[in-house]
Protein backbone atom coordinates (compact mmCIF):
# COMPACT_ATOMS: atom_id res chain seq x y z
CA UNK A 1 0.00 0.00 0.00
CA UNK A 2 2.72 2.35 0.95
CA UNK A 3 4.77 2.44 -1.84
CA UNK A 4 1.66 3.48 -4.36
CA UNK A 5 0.55 6.30 -2.16
CA UNK A 6 2.02 9.56 -3.66
CA UNK A 7 4.50 12.12 -2.04
CA UNK A 8 3.20 15.10 -2.01
CA UNK A 9 4.84 18.42 -4.21
CA UNK A 10 8.32 19.05 -4.10
CA UNK A 11 7.31 23.19 -3.11
CA UNK A 12 5.46 21.50 -0.20
CA UNK A 13 8.15 19.97 1.98
CA UNK A 14 10.62 20.44 4.15
CA UNK A 15 13.27 18.59 3.98
CA UNK A 16 16.22 18.25 7.00
CA UNK A 17 19.07 15.06 5.75
CA UNK A 18 22.35 13.81 7.25
CA UNK A 19 24.22 10.90 6.05
CA UNK A 20 22.40 8.08 8.12
CA UNK A 21 18.73 9.61 7.65
CA UNK A 22 16.59 11.93 5.96
CA UNK A 23 13.36 13.61 7.39
CA UNK A 24 10.71 15.44 5.87
CA UNK A 25 7.86 17.96 7.14
CA UNK A 26 4.63 19.24 5.86
CA UNK A 27 5.07 22.91 6.97
CA UNK A 28 1.61 23.70 5.42
CA UNK A 29 -0.07 20.81 7.00
CA UNK A 30 0.46 20.73 10.93
CA UNK A 31 4.49 21.11 10.56
CA UNK A 32 4.10 17.05 10.46
CA UNK A 33 6.79 14.79 10.22
CA UNK A 34 5.96 13.04 6.93
CA UNK A 35 8.65 10.80 6.50
CA UNK A 36 11.71 9.45 7.80
CA UNK A 37 13.99 7.65 5.94
CA UNK A 38 16.97 5.72 6.99
CA UNK A 39 19.29 5.89 3.86
CA UNK A 40 21.22 2.94 4.30
CA UNK A 41 18.03 0.78 3.48
CA UNK A 42 15.93 3.24 2.20
CA UNK A 43 13.01 2.39 4.38
CA UNK A 44 10.70 5.10 5.59
CA UNK A 45 9.30 3.95 9.22
CA UNK A 46 6.52 6.16 9.41
CA UNK A 47 2.81 5.06 8.03
CA UNK A 48 1.16 6.16 5.17
CA UNK A 49 -2.54 6.93 4.98
CA UNK A 50 -4.01 4.97 1.90
CA UNK A 51 -5.34 8.06 0.08
CA UNK A 52 -2.01 10.27 0.25
CA UNK A 53 -1.70 13.67 0.96
CA UNK A 54 -4.78 15.75 1.13
CA UNK A 55 -4.48 19.90 -1.32
CA UNK A 56 -4.33 21.90 2.22
CA UNK A 57 -7.37 23.22 3.87
CA UNK A 58 -10.67 23.66 3.82
CA UNK A 59 -11.59 20.39 3.49
CA UNK A 60 -15.36 21.22 2.25
CA UNK A 61 -16.53 17.65 2.08
CA UNK A 62 -15.98 17.17 5.51
CA UNK A 63 -19.16 17.18 7.72
CA UNK A 64 -17.35 17.47 11.01
CA UNK A 65 -14.24 18.17 12.47
CA UNK A 66 -12.93 14.07 12.54
CA UNK A 67 -13.61 13.95 9.37
CA UNK A 68 -11.76 16.82 8.32
CA UNK A 69 -9.05 15.55 10.60
CA UNK A 70 -9.23 12.56 8.81
CA UNK A 71 -9.08 13.74 5.15
CA UNK A 72 -6.23 16.17 6.13
CA UNK A 73 -4.29 12.95 7.85
CA UNK A 74 -1.24 11.96 5.49
CA UNK A 75 0.04 9.77 8.14
CA UNK A 76 3.45 10.10 9.75
CA UNK A 77 3.69 12.24 12.78
CA UNK A 78 1.46 14.73 14.53
CA UNK A 79 0.82 17.32 17.62
CA UNK A 80 -2.61 16.84 18.51
CA UNK A 81 -2.90 19.93 21.00
CA UNK A 82 -5.30 21.38 22.33
CA UNK A 83 -7.43 18.27 22.10
CA UNK A 84 -6.91 14.51 21.76
CA UNK A 85 -10.07 12.54 20.46
CA UNK A 86 -13.77 13.81 20.03
CA UNK A 87 -14.98 17.35 19.94
CA UNK A 88 -16.18 18.68 22.78
CA UNK A 89 -17.01 22.61 23.49
CA UNK A 90 -14.38 24.66 26.20
CA UNK A 91 -14.28 27.81 27.25
CA UNK A 92 -17.41 28.69 25.06
CA UNK A 93 -16.15 27.38 21.68
CA UNK A 94 -15.75 23.77 20.33
CA UNK A 95 -12.25 21.99 20.37
CA UNK A 96 -12.37 19.78 17.18
CA UNK A 97 -11.45 16.15 17.04
CA UNK A 98 -7.55 16.04 17.94
CA UNK A 99 -7.74 19.87 18.24
CA UNK A 100 -6.46 22.55 15.80
CA UNK A 101 -2.71 22.08 15.60
CA UNK A 102 -2.31 19.37 12.69
CA UNK A 103 -4.02 21.53 10.25
CA UNK A 104 -2.24 24.60 10.48
CA UNK A 105 0.01 26.56 8.40
CA UNK A 106 3.68 27.00 10.37
CA UNK A 107 5.73 29.73 9.73
CA UNK A 108 9.43 28.80 8.59
CA UNK A 109 11.75 30.82 10.69
CA UNK A 110 14.88 29.37 10.19
CA UNK A 111 15.75 26.26 7.95
CA UNK A 112 19.11 24.87 6.83
CA UNK A 113 20.02 21.23 6.17
CA UNK A 114 19.82 20.04 9.39
CA UNK A 115 18.20 22.13 11.44
CA UNK A 116 14.59 24.13 11.38
CA UNK A 117 12.41 26.05 13.65
CA UNK A 118 8.72 26.83 12.92
CA UNK A 119 6.31 28.45 15.01
CA UNK A 120 2.09 28.74 14.42
CA UNK A 121 -0.25 30.56 16.50
CA UNK A 122 -3.96 28.40 17.63
CA UNK A 123 -7.39 29.96 17.29
CA UNK A 124 -9.37 27.97 20.07
CA UNK A 125 -6.74 28.71 22.66
CA UNK A 126 -4.12 31.31 23.32
CA UNK A 127 -1.58 29.33 22.89
CA UNK A 128 1.91 29.62 20.87
CA UNK A 129 3.46 26.52 19.25
CA UNK A 130 7.44 26.87 18.43
CA UNK A 131 9.33 23.72 17.25
CA UNK A 132 12.98 23.68 17.03
CA UNK A 133 14.42 20.30 15.10
CA UNK A 134 17.73 19.23 15.04
CA UNK A 135 19.04 16.20 12.90
CA UNK A 136 22.48 14.69 13.76
CA UNK A 137 23.53 11.52 11.59
CA UNK A 138 20.63 9.09 12.95
CA UNK A 139 19.32 11.39 15.57
CA UNK A 140 16.52 13.44 15.08
CA UNK A 141 15.56 15.88 18.00
CA UNK A 142 12.35 17.81 18.40
CA UNK A 143 12.10 20.83 20.88
CA UNK A 144 9.24 21.76 21.46
CA UNK A 145 7.85 25.19 23.35
CA UNK A 146 4.11 25.49 24.11
CA UNK A 147 3.14 29.30 25.28
CA UNK A 148 0.22 30.81 26.84
CA UNK A 149 -0.21 34.36 25.14
CA UNK A 150 -3.13 35.17 27.42
CA UNK A 151 -3.57 36.52 31.10
CA UNK A 152 -6.24 32.79 31.70
CA UNK A 153 -5.34 29.74 33.08
CA UNK A 154 -5.87 27.08 30.38
CA UNK A 155 -6.17 23.34 30.66
CA UNK A 156 -5.60 21.40 27.18
CA UNK A 157 -4.81 17.80 26.27
CA UNK A 158 -1.10 17.74 24.12
CA UNK A 159 -0.06 14.98 22.87
CA UNK A 160 2.10 13.61 20.21
CA UNK A 161 1.04 11.16 17.63
CA UNK A 162 3.97 9.05 15.95
CA UNK A 163 2.18 6.32 13.14
CA UNK A 164 4.81 2.89 11.77
CA UNK A 165 3.36 1.26 9.04
CA UNK A 166 4.77 -1.21 6.04
CA UNK A 167 7.49 -2.27 4.86
CA UNK A 168 9.30 -1.11 7.66
CA UNK A 169 6.09 -2.60 10.00
CA UNK A 170 5.90 -5.78 9.32
CA UNK A 171 5.31 -9.53 11.42
CA UNK A 172 7.74 -10.52 13.76
CA UNK A 173 8.48 -6.52 14.79
CA UNK A 174 8.95 -6.24 18.55
CA UNK A 175 7.63 -3.24 20.59
CA UNK A 176 9.40 -1.98 23.75
CA UNK A 177 8.58 0.55 26.29
CA UNK A 178 9.47 1.57 29.78
CA UNK A 179 6.17 2.10 30.70
CA UNK A 180 5.02 -0.67 33.29
CA UNK A 181 1.37 -0.81 32.53
CA UNK A 182 -1.43 -1.15 29.90
CA UNK A 183 -4.71 0.63 30.87
CA UNK A 184 -7.19 -0.43 27.91
CA UNK A 185 -9.63 2.37 26.68
CA UNK A 186 -12.95 3.13 28.85
CA UNK A 187 -15.14 3.44 25.51
CA UNK A 188 -13.50 1.35 22.17
CA UNK A 189 -10.71 -0.83 23.22
CA UNK A 190 -11.03 -2.28 19.71
CA UNK A 191 -11.45 -6.61 20.22
CA UNK A 192 -8.21 -7.34 21.88
CA UNK A 193 -9.42 -6.03 25.55
CA UNK A 194 -12.22 -5.50 28.04
CA UNK A 195 -13.09 -1.88 28.27
CA UNK A 196 -11.40 -0.08 31.32
CA UNK A 197 -9.11 -3.55 32.39
CA UNK A 198 -5.91 -3.08 33.52
CA UNK A 199 -2.85 -5.40 32.94
CA UNK A 200 0.93 -5.66 33.57
CA UNK A 201 3.32 -4.69 30.41
CA UNK A 202 3.69 -6.85 28.39
CA UNK A 203 1.31 -9.90 28.33
CA UNK A 204 -2.21 -8.89 28.84
CA UNK A 205 -5.63 -10.53 29.33
CA UNK A 206 -7.87 -10.70 25.66
CA UNK A 207 -11.41 -10.77 25.40
CA UNK A 208 -11.65 -14.19 25.59
CA UNK A 209 -8.98 -15.06 28.46
CA UNK A 210 -5.83 -16.08 26.43
CA UNK A 211 -2.75 -14.76 27.21
CA UNK A 212 -1.06 -12.21 24.28
CA UNK A 213 2.39 -10.57 24.61
CA UNK A 214 2.15 -7.01 22.97
CA UNK A 215 5.44 -6.72 22.22
CA UNK A 216 5.07 -9.22 19.24
CA UNK A 217 3.78 -7.56 16.29
CA UNK A 218 1.25 -9.85 14.25
CA UNK A 219 1.46 -9.68 10.71
CA UNK A 220 -0.82 -8.07 8.42
CA UNK A 221 -3.33 -11.80 8.07
CA UNK A 222 -3.92 -11.39 11.40
CA UNK A 223 -7.02 -8.25 12.62
CA UNK A 224 -6.12 -6.42 15.38
CA UNK A 225 -7.81 -3.28 16.77
CA UNK A 226 -6.64 -1.81 19.99
CA UNK A 227 -6.74 1.27 21.77
CA UNK A 228 -5.14 1.57 25.17
CA UNK A 229 -2.93 3.73 27.51
CA UNK A 230 0.62 3.05 28.90
CA UNK A 231 0.74 4.17 32.68
CA UNK A 232 3.33 3.96 35.52
CA UNK A 233 6.31 4.67 33.84
CA UNK A 234 9.96 3.60 34.71
CA UNK A 235 11.56 5.49 31.72
CA UNK A 236 9.37 7.59 29.33
CA UNK A 237 10.85 5.86 26.32
CA UNK A 238 9.59 3.30 23.33
CA UNK A 239 11.20 1.49 20.46
CA UNK A 240 10.31 -1.36 17.57
CA UNK A 241 12.81 -3.46 15.97
CA UNK A 242 12.48 -5.09 12.92
CA UNK A 243 14.75 -8.40 13.29
CA UNK A 244 14.00 -9.07 9.38
CA UNK A 245 15.24 -6.17 8.42
CA UNK A 246 17.62 -5.13 11.00
CA UNK A 247 15.98 -1.80 11.74
CA UNK A 248 14.61 -0.03 14.37
CA UNK A 249 13.41 3.34 15.57
CA UNK A 250 13.56 4.83 19.32
CA UNK A 251 11.64 7.37 20.80
CA UNK A 252 12.67 9.22 24.59
CA UNK A 253 11.13 12.14 26.27
CA UNK A 254 11.37 13.42 29.84
CA UNK A 255 8.02 12.33 32.06
CA UNK A 256 7.81 15.29 33.42
CA UNK A 257 4.88 16.63 30.69
CA UNK A 258 4.04 13.41 28.78
CA UNK A 259 3.57 10.89 31.85
CA UNK A 260 1.82 8.89 29.49
CA UNK A 261 1.25 7.36 26.21
CA UNK A 262 -1.62 6.33 23.64
CA UNK A 263 -1.07 2.76 22.56
CA UNK A 264 -3.28 2.39 18.97
CA UNK A 265 -2.68 -0.77 16.99
CA UNK A 266 -5.13 -1.17 13.76
CA UNK A 267 -4.08 -4.12 11.75
CA UNK A 268 -6.73 -4.21 8.35
CA UNK A 269 -9.60 -4.60 11.43
CA UNK A 270 -11.73 -1.17 11.32
CA UNK A 271 -14.63 -1.88 9.11
CA UNK A 272 -16.04 1.16 6.87
CA UNK A 273 -14.64 4.88 6.91
CA UNK A 274 -11.83 5.59 7.68
CA UNK A 275 -9.60 2.64 7.12
CA UNK A 276 -12.16 0.18 5.38
CA UNK A 277 -9.60 -2.39 6.51
CA UNK A 278 -6.94 -0.76 4.87
CA UNK A 279 -4.44 0.30 7.91
CA UNK A 280 -1.97 -1.89 9.37
CA UNK A 281 -0.33 0.39 11.97
CA UNK A 282 1.20 1.19 14.92
CA UNK A 283 1.26 4.19 17.02
CA UNK A 284 2.44 4.85 20.63
CA UNK A 285 1.83 8.70 21.85
CA UNK A 286 3.29 10.55 24.40
CA UNK A 287 0.66 12.28 26.34
CA UNK A 288 -0.30 14.15 29.20
CA UNK A 289 -3.86 13.32 29.40
CA UNK A 290 -5.73 10.15 28.55
CA UNK A 291 -8.30 8.93 27.86
CA UNK A 292 -8.25 9.88 24.11
CA UNK A 293 -11.62 11.01 23.65
CA UNK A 294 -11.68 14.47 24.10
CA UNK A 295 -10.58 17.21 27.20
CA UNK A 296 -14.27 17.13 28.62
CA UNK A 297 -14.62 13.21 28.18
CA UNK A 298 -11.59 13.37 30.29
CA UNK A 299 -12.30 15.69 33.39
CA UNK A 300 -15.89 13.39 33.18
CA UNK A 301 -13.31 10.43 34.38
CA UNK A 302 -11.41 12.64 36.90
CA UNK A 303 -8.51 12.63 34.48
CA UNK A 304 -6.91 15.77 34.15
CA UNK A 305 -5.09 18.04 31.22
CA UNK A 306 -2.19 19.33 31.44
CA UNK A 307 -2.80 23.28 33.47
CA UNK A 308 -0.75 26.33 31.71
CA UNK A 309 -1.11 29.28 34.14
CA UNK A 310 -1.26 33.13 32.85
CA UNK A 311 1.44 33.37 30.10
CA UNK A 312 3.31 30.35 31.27
CA UNK A 313 5.71 28.25 28.59
CA UNK A 314 6.20 24.36 28.64
CA UNK A 315 8.68 22.92 26.69
CA UNK A 316 9.11 19.43 25.84
CA UNK A 317 12.01 17.28 24.20
CA UNK A 318 11.51 14.12 21.70
CA UNK A 319 14.65 12.65 20.85
CA UNK A 320 14.11 10.15 17.88
CA UNK A 321 16.62 7.18 16.85
CA UNK A 322 17.23 4.85 13.56
CA UNK A 323 19.10 2.04 14.76
CA UNK A 324 20.78 -0.89 13.07
CA UNK A 325 19.80 -4.31 15.55
CA UNK A 326 17.59 -7.27 15.43
CA UNK A 327 17.13 -7.41 19.17
CA UNK A 328 14.59 -6.21 21.63
CA UNK A 329 15.55 -2.53 23.31
CA UNK A 330 15.51 -2.84 27.18
CA UNK A 331 16.14 0.82 27.74
CA UNK A 332 18.09 3.95 26.31
CA UNK A 333 21.14 4.42 27.77
CA UNK A 334 22.20 8.11 28.65
CA UNK A 335 23.37 8.82 25.15
CA UNK A 336 20.47 8.45 23.51
CA UNK A 337 21.78 4.90 22.18
CA UNK A 338 19.39 2.15 22.80
CA UNK A 339 19.87 -0.53 25.40
CA UNK A 340 19.41 -4.31 24.27
CA UNK A 341 19.61 -8.05 26.31
Request: aromatic share 10%.
Amino acid sequence: MNARVPRPAASRLLTLSSEEMTVTLLPDKGADIYEMIDRASGVDVLLKAPWGVREPGPWLRAATSMQRWMEAYPGGWQVLLPNGGDECVENGTSWGYHGEAALLAWEVLEHSPCHAVLETSLFSVPLRVRREIELSGSTFTLHELVTNDSDEDLEVMWSHHPAFGAPFLEEGCLLATGFRAVVADDLSPGTLLAADSRHAWPVVRTIDGTELDLRVIPGPDRPRALLAYLTDPDEPFFAITNPHRGLGVSFRWSGEVFDKAWLWQEVHCGEGWPWFKRAYALAVEPATTVPGHGMSHARATRQPGVTFAARQCREIVIETSLFHDTRLVQGMNPDGSPRFT
